[in-house]
């Protein structure tokens, strides 16, 4: 059975809004299949919808509307908290609609006011809307109370649908205090991963998935709600505590590595390290003074770096290799020596011309890999050609991240993201993108993200970050646009997306 967890499914909520369907339409869907489950179990009666000031509140306000035009029913909506208190803009609108539809309502400042209440004793049917998957901690007044009244009625044998998940059970499947006890439980576009648990099932009665309208490319496209599962900074965040990103590439080139370096430090990474050969080393550190640049020993990498890339590697988070380190025999054998001693590793570029099938067969289980290869770089990898036609190369992606065990970042038109067991695309960027430097900029963003979080939506939120900064910069400069743009943008994108 396919489920997602609730903050999947508030990322795909997101996405929707960013493709153009409103959080106001997927509400009055929800609703809406609410109220036929409530005419399915009840033809005529009583209802009573107890709600949070949450969406999940909103989506019982839609259902009292609904049900409210439709002769035999008396609805009545319980709101835990003040009107002027609910917290989105959508809730809160269908919750002023309540008046004009002939909805009772009453509003709860306290528990007392709960218990004085004679509509709980009153009703056929109770509708719980109190927290759905929005419970964070151990439950507070009066909605604890809400709980423990709703969960009388039900022992007496009264009908009890929840709103997405019985309040109080925790939407990923941990502990909890207390929960609804609940006839049945209508969830909404997917199962969520807290209604499968064993324990689970002794709350949520039958259970049935109603689909609401969800664009299918919300869930299968990156978009910013993505960007919002990303883990935040901290407020009392320590120097080091948003990342150490260690640069290994250049030789042959060296605008590459700076590009990268520049590109982790615009993402938020606190330290960033280029261990780049000797002679491109002043370079390097001449494209800024926040860049720490390490001298290696001669003009390419070679083995007798390894004398010093071992504790360096030891005290970053994060390893991002390849970019512009040229293919010489020495470079591609001190890559393969390399690789043992990382526990998370981004590889581009001519890193990628060092592995093998047996190397990653090493590799697996010792450290957390991301490729980054374009489509002749992954052909190469796979010792075939990349398909043009696009749902063989997402299968062809697909395969081989789960054969090796890797997420594999396919950069093209459409960017093809997996890990062998999920798959996203990402259709942000442009043709402007083709000038060199953009693969650069996108590794060190891979990076960067890497550092605090898990490598499939690293890679995922890396391409959509990438190609939406080099869209910002495409409005400006067109075709003439340079890797150095899209570097300016990136901290736009990450600040609208409100992780910054």
């Known amino acids: 059975m396919k489920y997602i967890s609730s903050l999947?499914?508030?990322?795909?909520?997101?996405?929707?809004?960013?493709?153009?369907l409103l959080p106001l339409q997927l509400m009055e869907n929800a609703g809406a299949a609410v109220a036929r489950s409530v005419k399915e179990k009840l033809g005529n009666g009583k209802v009573l919808f107890v709600a949070g000031r949450g969406n999940n509140g909103g989506d019982a306000f839609v259902a009292a509307r609904h049900l409210?035009?439709?002769?035999?029913?008396?609805?009545?909506?319980?709101?835990?908290?003040?009107?002027?208190?609910?917290?989105?803009?959508?809730?809160?609108?269908?919750?002023?609609?309540?008046?004009?539809?002939?909805?009772?309502?009453?509003?709860?400042?306290?528990?007392?006011?709960?218990?004085a209440s004679e509509w709980f004793s009153e009703a056929d049917l109770l509708v719980d809307a109190v927290f759905g998957?929005?419970?964070?901690?151990?439950?507070?007044?009066?909605?604890?109370?809400?709980?423990e009244l709703i969960n009388k009625e039900g022992k007496a044998g009264k009908t009890v649908i929840a709103v997405d998940i019985p309040s109080g059970l925790d939407p990923e499947g941990g502990d909890f205090d207390k929960a609804v006890y609940a006839d049945l439980t209508v969830t909404f576009h997917r199962m969520k991963a807290g209604l499968l648990t064993e324990k689970a099932k002794e709350y949520t009665g039958t259970i049935k998935v109603e689909e609401i309208g969800v664009c299918a490319d919300a869930e299968h496209y990156v978009g910013p709600g993505d960007l919002q599962m990303l883990r935040k900074r901290k407020f009392d965040a320590h120097k080091g505590n948003a990342g150490r990103i260690l640069i290994i590439g250049g030789g042959p080139y060296s605008g590459a590595p700076a590009l990268a370096a520049l590109a982790a430090l615009k993402t938020g990474a606190d330290?960033?390290?280029?261990?780049?050969?000797?002679?491109?080393?002043?370079?390097?550190?001449?494209?800024?003074?926040?860049?720490?640049?390490?001298?290696?020993?001669?003009?390419?990498?070679?083995?007798?770096?390894?004398?010093?890339?071992?504790?360096?590697?030891?005290?970053?988070?994060?390893?991002?290799?390849?970019?512009?380190?040229?293919?010489?025999?020495?470079?591609?054998?001190?890559?393969?020596?390399?690789?043992?001693f990382c526990r998370k590793m981004v590889l581009d570029a001519d890193a990628l011309s060092a592995l093998s099938g047996v190397l990653f067969e090493t590799l697996a289980g010792n450290c957390e890999i991301i490729v980054t290869p374009h489509g002749g770089e992954f052909a190469l990898l796979r010792g075939v050609e990349t398909p043009e036609d696009h749902d063989a190369r997402e299968k062809a992606v697909r395969e081989f991240s789960e054969e090796k065990?890797?997420?594999?970042?396919?950069k093209g038109k459409t960017d093809i993201i997996s890990d062998g067991k999920q798959t996203l695309l990402n259709r942000t960027g442009n043709p402007g993108m083709t000038v060199g430097g953009t693969g650069d900029v996108l590794a060190g963003i891979t990076g960067a993200l890497f550092s605090r979080n898990p490598a499939f939506l690293s890679a995922a939120c890396a391409a959509f970050i990438n190609g939406s900064a080099g869209d910002l910069a495409f409005e400006k400069s067109g075709n003439a646009l340079l890797a150095t743009d899209v570097l300016e943008k990136i901290p736009e994108i990450i600040r609208e997306a409100g992780i910054g």
């Open 405 to 410: 065990g890797v997420v594999t970042l396919l």
């Open 68 to 115: 409210a035009g439709i002769p035999g029913y008396a609805v009545r909506v319980i709101l835990l908290g003040k009107g002027s208190d609910i917290g989105s803009e959508e809730a809160f609108h269908n919750f002023s609609l309540l008046r004009f539809s002939r909805v009772k309502t009453l509003e709860i400042r306290d528990s007392n006011q709960l218990t």
């Open 133 to 147: 998957t929005g419970v964070k901690g151990k439950i507070k007044e009066p909605e604890s109370t809400a709980i």
């Open 8 to 20: 999947r499914m508030k990322a795909i909520d997101r996405n929707c809004a960013y493709l153009g």
């Open 271 to 340: 330290l960033v390290t280029a261990a780049v050969p000797e002679s491109v080393a002043r370079t390097v550190a001449s494209y800024s003074p926040d860049l720490i640049v390490r001298k290696l020993s001669s003009n390419v990498l070679c083995p007798e770096d390894m004398s010093t890339l071992p504790d360096l590697i030891n005290s970053h988070d994060v390893v991002v290799m390849g970019m512009g380190l040229g293919r010489a025999t020495e470079t591609l054998e001190t890559v393969r020596k390399i690789l043992p």
